[in-house]
């Protein structure tokens, strides 16, 4: 069995998806990926469009407050790694950070921490509409 990591800016651009569906999955992989808008949504959407399951991790932000991306980051991470104990093989975590992607970077961080390599593509603010959340 296989899978891969996916995170990146909630910040939506024409780069950003062009970046985002690059990224093609082995057939039977199941992606590990975030409920955001912005990259988590475009990626599900492509995996989806492409026959790939997706697990989606949620962020409660009602429960956790400023703190529930991070522990959606670490659920994320803690379920790689669970798999990868399990002998499914990463086919590759990819992350897709803007300037003001906290978030990604911490997803990004706890990967590497926990031994993975992360390819990190990043999205400058200048190739974002406006610098808005959509």
Known sequence: MKFAVITGTRRRSSRLKEEVTKVVLPPGTVLLVGDAPGCDAIARSTHAARGGRSRVFDAYWGL?????????NSEMVGAAVELRNRRWVCVGCWAFPDEKS??????????????????????????LPGGNLT
């Open 64 to 72: 956790f407050g400023n703190d529930a991306g991070p522990v959606r």
């Open 102 to 127: 906290k978030g990604t970077h911490d997803c990004a961080q706890k990967l590497r921490k926990a031994g993975f390599e992360v390819t990190e593509i990043e999205i400058r603010e200048a190739e």
